[in-house]
């Protein structure tokens, strides 16, 4: 199959012209360049700014075929790249996917993660507008590029946190680091049936866009991340960027059945996914105290999750965790070493 018949074939009668014409798409797939009209800011609208974001999974790196199917693959390289306009506060409009590809792998089969790519983009109203297909030495390579939106001057970035926040998450930390090991570690349909939500959590993450957009319209949020790296490094980034200390409240982490089960079983520790597993693509970010309470109640309205997790104070970048000494029946903090996911250690 030629270059040209792959990209047909991977792309053809995917997205509907109405997805397209929503988005603005005026030319897609097929030219040198896609062509999409940024949308004017009438009368009652407020003006919008770009978000660009770019993200790379390496086979061997970020995934291996023993762990996830083609199609999870795709999924999750698309829904990680959303992560990111999500951790922005903003709204993803189009995307381009760049496919490296060993000559191992059959054209078809990279069409099942396109299968995986269209499924999230659909769910989440991205339109794919173009990419790039070359070959690769030994393995597999997807990139893929997000441009999204947001409210000008209201993207929330990781530097804003104020001393005296309140810290939240949107989700369950850990629990992907979890389900790997469980896929790594056990028969893979053992491990769906007795640990279902975080083999999920692994395999089909979802990007907490609903949660972002919550965050953003409500006010008050001053800094947000998503967990890729894990819960402590983007702590970390937080508080130094934002140049405070960052206290997370260990009774007060949220935890799973799945999870709290699993690490049972495998004897391994459950804190240590939590605070450096990394992967699990919710939100971790600071809001001023007098709006936990109403994000509380529009989180709840919306099914949604929303924890506090602990508080920013005075300081120059650090992370404590403050736990309950049962022996000398006091609270104590101890000083979080950063060890996130890092390539180049
Ligand atoms: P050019 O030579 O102009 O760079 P290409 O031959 O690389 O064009 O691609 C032709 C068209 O197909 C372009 O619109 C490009 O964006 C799109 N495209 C190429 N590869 C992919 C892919 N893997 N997924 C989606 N679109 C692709
Ligand atoms: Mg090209």
Redesign the pocket.
């Known amino acids: 199959m030629d270059?040209f018949s792959r990209?047909n074939r991977?792309?053809t009668q995917r997205q509907t012209n109405e997805l397209r014409e929503l988005l603005g798409v005026k030319v897609g797939?097929?030219?040198?360049a896609a062509v999409v009209s940024v949308t004017k800011a009438s009368e009652h609208e407020q003006p919008m700014e770009l978000l660009y974001t770019v993200d790379t999974m390496v086979e061997g790196v970020h995934f291996i075929s023993e762990t996830m199917s083609l199609e999870q693959i795709g999924y999750k390289a698309l829904a990680t790249n959303l992560s990111d306009i999500a951790a922005m506060g903003g709204i993803p409009l189009h995307a381009l996917?760049?496919?490296s590809m060993p000559n191992a792998y059959d054209p078809e089969q990279i069409n099942e993660i396109y299968n995986g790519i269209y499924a999230c983009a659909n769910r989440y109203q991205v339109a794919?507008v173009?990419?790039?297909?070359t070959s690769s030495p030994h393995t597999l390579v997807i990139s893929i590029t997000v441009i999204g939106q947001v409210k000008s001057g209201k993207a929330i970035l990781r530097s804003g946190a104020k001393q005296g926040d309140i810290v939240f998450l949107t989700g369950v930390a850990g629990q992907s680091a979890a389900g790997l090991h469980a896929l790594q570690h056990m028969d893979a349909i053992e491990a769906r049936q007795m640990y279902g939500p975080i083999i999920i959590a692994h395999q089909k993450p979802e990007p907490h866009l609903m949660a972002g957009k919550l965050l953003l319209e409500c006010g008050g949020c001053h800094s947000l991340n998503d967990v890729s790296d894990g819960l402590a490094s983007e702590l970390s980034e937080i508080a130094k960027s934002s140049k405070l200390d960052i206290v997370i409240q260990e009774q007060l982490l949220p935890i799973s059945n799945s999870l709290s089960q699993y690490a049972l079983y495998s004897k391994q520790s459950m804190l240590d996914w939590i605070l450096y597993g990394g992967e699990d693509y919710i939100l971790v970010g600071t809001v001023h105290v007098d709006k936990v309470f109403e994000l509380e109640s529009l989180f709840a309205n919306n099914n949604l999750p929303f924890y506090q997790i602990g508080f920013t104070q005075e300081g120059n970048g650090q992370l404590w965790l403050e736990s309950w000494d049962e022996q000398f029946r006091k609270l104590e903090r101890k000083k979080i070493i950063n060890r996130g996911y890092n390539h180049f250690i």
């Open positions: 270059e990209i991977w792309n797939i097929g030219d040198d996917i760049s496919i794919i173009g990419g790039d297909t």
